[in-house]
């Protein structure tokens, strides 16, 4: 721990003698010398000679001098590096939200760390999941929004967008309340025999494709294609009486639409959505998140 005698010492080490040092540092020579006796007395080292001319440094008062210079100066740049830290200029991140790409996760994770990092400041900017919604958004990553959160599609990764992957999440069953599969806790996929299923078309999705695969084999199972998801998808779902594919991360999107865990292994990555030209601030602030999560999961 640095000593504060020990700037004393160097003024005193300086001017020569005691008198010389006092007028310097405006106090009495009698004061600086009970500073420079204690702090001998903490060092357990004899600082100064004493001689008819003033004072001269022991050997290992020189030494003391020379290291304790640098000791000072280190201290100063550390202190002035922690000033600019505390007045470091606030870093806006920018959440798009909607119903399909919720923020509540990453809220929920920031507010552990908050108090960590006051110098981010979190905006949620929500945006229309309509599909022309959806591209105008992701369009503008990186300028009006610098993150979503969400599932995230292996066509477009590298492309449209970078991914920070916290998780993957297992593909599940959205079924309506009032069809007669809602009261099921897990479904195999004979549940699905005879039924209607929802997904997004053949080619968009690495994840999907290799699920479809395998609904494929299964003939009495009816596959609905579409372009997109939007609002009116999980709308779709209702209005037929049919499931759709889905994720635990959408548990919430429609109050008319149960999730339901399906008994295969099949899953697709969930994670923050970022511009494929992340500045300095994005990825430290993926680094904090990502590091957050590890200790405080949201999917089980």
Known sequence: MYNHLLDTFIIVAKC?????????????STSIMKQMNKLEH?????LFKRTSKGIELTMQGEYIYKESQKIMHLSNTILKEAKKLSNET???IKIGSSEL????????IWNIVQSEWPNFDLEFISFEDSRQGQHNAFSQLGDKFTFFVGTYLSTFLGTRYNAMELVKLPLCIGVPIHHKLQNKKVLAISDLYNQEIIMLKNGV???LDDARIELQKHKEITIIDVDEYDINTFNLCIKRNCVIITSPNWIDIHPMI?????????????????????SKETLRFLKIIFEVYQTHPCFE
């Open 101 to 108: 790409f919720p923020s509540k996760l990453l809220s929920n």
């Open 42 to 46: 903490d060092l357990q080292v004899r």
């Open 16 to 28: 020569g003698s005691f008198q010389k040092a006092s007028e310097k540092l405006f106090i009495s």
């Open 205 to 207: 999705s690495q994840y």
């Open 258 to 278: 149960k999730t339901i865990k399906l008994n295969w292994d099949y899953k697709v990555p969930f994670g923050i959505i970022y511009s494929t030209k992340p």
């Open 90 to 92: 606030t870093i806006k």
